[in-house]
């Protein structure tokens, strides 16, 4: 998890393309941390990425003056760092939610400043009637916690910044992915 902004960039079929913050649509006038003003800039790039069917581009917009308490605020620049694509949820659509690193990153702008956060781990499996495996599943994401406060092991590998990260996020997962 990235301590920023949330921020999204919906890509309609016909390339036309929007800027969103978690709750609204943004435009360069009434914007969130800038992220509408670069979404802007670069919007061909996002109109690159159209698909058949609408997409949102889920994502964290961070970095230089957007929080101030953590390593991804230290780098030189603001980049969006996405975590998730939304294909479809538009007029009646069904919507279908990608999380898949490897998958997304097929499907976002190839821009300097545009990446697609990893998994980071080992998958776990949680049985909610095995108190046991719980508990031990409990220390082990405790002690994961606690590694990341100490130095975020993405903006280390990616930035070369040692400092505080700001937690993690878990995903579901099955046998369809």
Not at 33 to 45: H, I, R
Not at 48 to 66: N, R, V
Not at 112 to 141: C, H, K, N, Q, R
Request: charged share 25%; proline share 5%; with cysteine.
């Amino acid at each position: 998890k990235l301590d920023g902004t949330n921020a999204a960039g919906q890509v309609f079929p016909d390339e036309r393309v929007v800027a969103q913050s978690r709750s609204q649509i943004i435009t360069p006038e009434k914007d969130n941390a800038g992220f509408a003003v670069w979404v802007a800039k670069n919007k061909s790039d996002f109109a690159d990425c159209a698909q058949p069917m609408h997409m949102t581009i889920f994502g964290e917009w961070c970095g230089k003056g957007i929080q101030k308490r953590t390593a991804i605020s230290e780098i030189d620049r603001k980049v969006f760092v996405v975590f998730a694509i939304q294909f479809g949820g538009k007029e009646d659509d069904i919507s279908r939610l990608e999380i898949i690193p490897e998958r997304i990153a097929a499907c976002v702008p190839a821009h300097p400043d545009v990446y697609v956060l990893p998994f980071s781990g080992e998958a776990m499996t949680l049985d909610f009637s095995d108190t046991e495996g719980l508990e031990e599943a409990i220390a082990l994401i405790n002690q994961q916690v606690d590694a990341v406060e100490q130095i975020d092991p993405w903006v280390k590998a990616t930035f070369g910044i040692e400092g505080l990260g700001e937690g993690l996020v878990f995903y579901p997962s099955d046998d369809s992915f």
